[in-house]
């Protein structure tokens, strides 16, 4: 799935940024952050991070090989115990 989603391509980004570019991307979560602060408890405390420590909670989250499994069906005695799941990735 990391091949052939752009998440390769997004974490070259962020390793080959310049330091003006990641102080811009860490201005640019901070304010993300700022507007989630009603809803989220997490919200106070990722604003008192780093810009390093901030964007690399993004740079995990973001650049991680990651796919989305979904079951379509569950398994239960009606069925024999089977199930089927669906499998994407974030393309």
């Known amino acids: 799935f990391?091949?052939?989603?752009d998440k390769g391509e997004r974490a070259a980004a962020l390793e080959n940024a310049?330091?003006?570019q990641?102080?811009?991307l860490a201005a640019q979560l901070r304010e993300e952050v700022k507007a989630q602060a009603a809803q989220s408890s997490y919200a106070s405390q990722m604003s008192k991070l780093d810009d390093d420590a901030l964007i690399g909670i993004m740079q995990a989250n973001q650049t991680s090989a990651s796919c989305e499994i979904t079951a379509l069906t569950v398994p239960t005695s009606v069925n024999n115990q089977r199930c089927v799941s669906m499998y994407s990735d974030d393309n």
């Open 18 to 20: 310049t330091p003006e």
């Open 2 to 5: 990391f091949k052939n989603s």
């Open 22 to 24: 990641r102080k811009l």
